[in-house]
């Protein structure tokens, strides 16, 4: 029963390199979000998607890519990374049907 | 606009001792609520949810109440114990979107 696989869940970067992040979920989830954590600022949504083929910005999306073309996977990209993308990176999903999301382990992304 | 705010931590109880942790909201429409728990290095589990006012969330002893009037979802529980220690997280869901709070730090010592 995976839920909310995320990959990698470490990663250091230096400042420019671009990466790309993976969220799978296998509960056929019709919603998806990306999130970034920092310390004393709680969640922070950067993308999220309503379904297959959409995506949509959040609160803190500049600086990020998303691409939502699997219903199961959401994707988060990095062009060119800066020292403030720094932290832990958190997808949830949530179906239609439910209240509530469920979250992956989370990325620490360090970039120096 | 949506949002939430939560009491500041770190908290530190004895075990045993009460837990309180205050949450408020600002929303439009009728939101549901949550209150999420992150152990260290792990992603968020949902600890109970509340859909509607007057509703009573509960779960492992944790208890919430949705109060519209005065837009209120504190956490309480009765006797903590030492594996309550994490950060937890009050949230909103509003349409498609979830917003959260700052998260609190709590400490239960033996």
């Known amino acids: 029963n995976a839920g909310v696989t995320q990959t990698p869940k470490f990663r250091v970067l230096k400042t420019g390199q671009s990466m790309t992040l993976l969220c799978a979920q296998d509960?056929?989830?019709?919603?998806m979000y990306w999130y970034r954590q920092d310390p004393g600022m709680g969640l922070r949504l950067i993308h999220y998607?309503?379904?297959?083929?959409?995506?949509a910005k959040g609160e803190v999306p500049d600086g990020y890519n998303v691409s939502r073309l699997k219903k199961q996977n959401f994707l988060l990209g990095l062009e060119s990374a800066a020292p403030s993308q720094t932290s832990v990176y958190f997808c949830?999903?949530?179906?239609?049907?439910?209240?509530?999301?469920?979250f992956g382990q989370g990325t620490r992304l360090t970039v120096v | 606009g949506n949002s939430v705010t939560q009491m500041e931590g770190p908290v530190t109880l004895s075990e045993e001792a009460f837990l309180t942790i205050n949450c408020t909201y600002t929303?439009?429409?009728?939101?549901?609520l949550f209150w999420y728990v992150q152990y260290p290095g792990e992603g968020l589990q949902l600890l109970l949810k509340?859909?509607?006012?007057?509703d009573k969330g509960s779960n492992k002893g944790f208890e919430a109440t949705y109060r519209k009037e005065t837009t209120s979802f504190h956490l309480e529980k009765g006797s903590v114990q030492v594996s309550d220690s994490a950060v937890y997280f009050c949230?909103?869901?509003?349409?498609?979107?979830?917003?959260f709070g700052t998260g609190t730090s709590l400490t239960v010592i033996p």
């Open positions: 509960m056929n989830h019709e919603y």
């Open positions: 998607s309503v379904g297959e083929g959409t995506t």
């Open positions: 509340a859909t509607k006012a007057d």
């Open positions: 929303a439009t429409g009728y939101p549901s």
């Open positions: 949230a909103l869901r509003s349409l498609k979107e979830f917003y």
């Open positions: 949830a999903s949530r179906g239609s049907s439910n209240t509530e999301a469920f």
